[in-house]
């Protein structure tokens, strides 16, 4: 019997796959559904003894079967997009079904964690150490000095949590980990909490993600006894952005408001109800049974440039014609990832934008495509890598609007706690609104009245509003409790000093 | 049952847990497609928190509505990747196709940004929208 394997992923459903793998099984096939390649335009990707075709239909069942559709690409493993990756997060995608134990034992699944069980929790913290992880969420903290410090903090409970709470806009990595391949992301949490000496753990995903909610529920449920006494348990976001932010995120799953807290003290040392918590992303516990597996730290390491070591699984997003995820080694620039991987933009026309590392990346003009994958070099060029999402943009976009649109954003999500995020970001949507319509701020009853000797008299200029966005991305860069009003400036003033003539 | 006595229920099965503040909140929204001041207060009482602490929680998180709302919803994605990929010139076309009966609530991000526009109904995704498909997908809801 012919076995036709299709993806049930979100975006492979959201496409059609459900339909596609319908009609295959009315023709008579077995369908296997199994994880994504990651060949997002090519969804539904259908694959029969290892040669693709895509993007199907169920009108495409018989040219399939018959061997005369135009829509194969040939042998999934041998194109272009996947045999020049680097797939060690995802060396799964495409390849197993997420729920099955059988298929993942297969693939080398809990070698990572019977090898880390056999070892005494500071060796292990040691080699992840040594492997140069970094902190996949955004901030890239070595993940090896982070569990040092849950390792050796005093706690008679200990936690380790898994950030699921991906809300960036162009980022879905951590979304296809815990649906495609959810038994890597248990086995990276039962080795942490080894690491770590914790006996729970708590994965928070956001309500957006009702596909990887049940897929993770289920695995867990399957998982149960491999990863016993270590106890795992999915907890639900409930739509708000800023509870991706660590302590917030930590707040929200003791059941209060998703405000973010002051650091110190570190989660490390009191996060969960005031416990050592050792807090990683979905990517950075994913990485981890590959860097346990024998030998894996030292590949690791040996992978990426300078002081980012290992691979990123880079998402391509927006308006690109390739979009989908990329797993390499740090290190490749744009100019390879839109051009030559990407293939431009969808819509044909030219790339005007690049904005990496979600709404609060920085927005990036083609002339900078050089710069290599690297969390310094991207902080030195005031942009970041984040969580590794890549949204494109053709000459239509309009820099001033998404100027806007970021600081709109940072207004809806803002958590409330401090002034600068709550409040400036109302003031710079106004101000970015009277910049761009050229219209002069009027005064006001208040600043005209004769108490008021230090209020200006004349309405300010264009050259002071701007002077005065300027300042107040300054006050929020620097005065921002966490990163959402921290990293809103980076849009608003990189969209302002690449396409000035855009907020005209 | 009446619906104190479901709010009961879904209080009691989250009791036990380690915070269980959110997993109820969650549940009774679904049940009842809103967080009223009355289950405000029960919850409260239950877990003997303050009505305004849980007022405070309720009010904090974009999922939890005061008041229920009988139309079926539509969730647009409208963040960066979907504006990228043209969401915003579909808009209007959708608020028409809605008219009063249906909802078109805005989300920041479906996680399905490389084959955006994309929106979602209950549990099911939609991609690739194109004004057709959306307005289709707004009919049909």
């Known amino acids: 019997m012919i076995v036709a394997r299709i993806s049930d992923d979100a975006l492979a459903k959201a496409c059609g796959a459900d339909a596609v793998a319908a009609a ?27 040669v693709g075709f895509g993007p199907a239909v169920p009108a495409d069942v018989a040219a399939i079967l018959s061997g005369s559709s135009d829509k194969c690409i040939g042998a999934i493993a041998d194109h272009p997009f996947i045999s020049s990756q680097q797939r060690l997060t995802f060396a799964r995608a ?15 699944g809990w070698a990572g964690l019977n090898r880390a069980r056999s070892m005494t929790p500071a060796a292990l913290v040691e080699e992840v150490t040594r492997s140069g992880l970094r902190g996949r969420g955004g901030a890239g903290f070595p993940a090896g000095i982070k569990w040092q410090t849950v390792r050796n903090a005093v706690g008679t409970r200990k936690y380790v949590v898994c950030n699921a709470d991906e809300g960036d806009s162009g980022t879905f990595a951590d979304r296809m980990v815990m649906e495609g391949d959810p038994f890597q992301l248990v086995e990276g949490m039962a080795i942490a909490a080894h690491a770590v000496g914790a006996e729970r753990g708590y994965i928070y995903v956001r309500s957006e993600y009702p596909h990887a909610i049940a897929k993770l529920d289920a695995a867990i449920a399957l998982a149960a006894q491999i990863i016993s006494p270590f106890l795992v348990e999915v907890r639900v976001g409930a739509g708000a952005y800023v509870c991706g932010e660590e302590t917030s995120l930590l707040n929200s799953i003791e059941g209060k408001r998703g405000e973010v807290r002051a650091k110190p003290p570190l989660p490390a040392l009191e996060g969960l109800f005031g416990c ?19 030998g894996g730290a030292s590949l690791y390491d040996s992978l990426g440039i300078d002081r980012s070591k290992g691979t990123m699984p880079i998402q391509l997003a927006g308006n690109i014609k390739h979009g989908g995820l990329y797993e390499t080694a740090f290190g490749i620039t744009l100019r390879e990832l839109i051009d030559d991987i990407g293939g431009g933009t969808a819509s044909g026309r030219p790339v005007k934008a690049v904005q990496v590392g979600g709404p609060l990346g920085a927005y990036i003009h083609p002339d900078q495509f050089g710069l290599p994958f690297d969390y310094e070099a991207y902080a030195a060029a005031d942009a970041l890598i984040g969580h590794g999402g890549i949204v494109v943009f053709d000459d239509t976009a309009d820099m001033g609007n998404m100027a806007r649109f970021a600081m709109q954003f940072c207004a809806a999500e803002s958590c409330g706690k401090c002034t600068p995020c ?16 050229a219209s002069p701020a009027a005064t006001d009853g208040v600043t005209a009245l004769p108490q008021m000797h230090n209020a200006p008299k004349q309405p300010r200029s264009r050259e002071a509003d701007l002077q005065l966005l300027e300042d107040l991305c300054e006050t929020m860069k620097f005065g921002s409790l966490c990163a959402l009003g921290g990293f809103t400036p980076y849009p608003v003033m990189s969209a302002l000093k690449h396409w000035p003539e855009d907020f005209a | 049952m009446s619906d104190t006595g479901r709010l ?11 915070g269980p503040l959110l997993p109820i909140l969650i549940d009774v929204q679904h049940a009842f497609g809103c967080v009223d001041a009355g289950s405000e207060a029960r919850i409260a009482h239950a877990l003997n928190l303050s009505r305004a602490e849980v007022h405070g929680v309720v009010s904090f998180y974009h999922d939890f509505t005061a008041q229920s709302d009988p139309r079926p919803v539509v969730e647009l994605c ?4 979907c504006q990228s990929r043209g969401v915003e010139a579909l808009v209007e076309a959708a608020e028409a196709a809605a008219g009063s009966r249906v909802k078109i609530k805005t989300v920041y991000c479906l996680g399905l940004c490389s084959a955006g526009p994309a929106a979602r109904v209950g549990d099911n995704v939609h991609a690739r929208l194109d004004q057709a498909a959306l307005v289709d997908l707004v009919q049909s809801a």
């Open chain 1, 24 to 50: 295959f099984a009315a023709a008579g096939c077995s369908v296997e559904r199994v994880s994504s390649w990651g060949m997002h335009w090519l969804e539904p990707l259908v694959e029969i003894s290892g």
């Open chain 2, 8 to 18: 009961d229920d879904i209080i009691a099965a989250h009791a036990g847990r380690d």
């Open chain 2, 78 to 81: 409208r963040a960066e990747a």
């Open chain 1, 276 to 294: 050592p918590t050792a807090v990683n992303n979905v990517l950075t516990l994913a990485a981890i049974p590959h860097i346990l597996s024998e």
């Open chain 1, 422 to 437: 709550r409040i400036g970001s109302i003031r710079g949507v106004e101000l970015i609104d009277r910049i761009r319509s």
């Open chain 1, 94 to 108: 495409g390849k197993t079904r997420p729920l099955s134990l059988e298929d993942y034992a297969a693939t080398g």
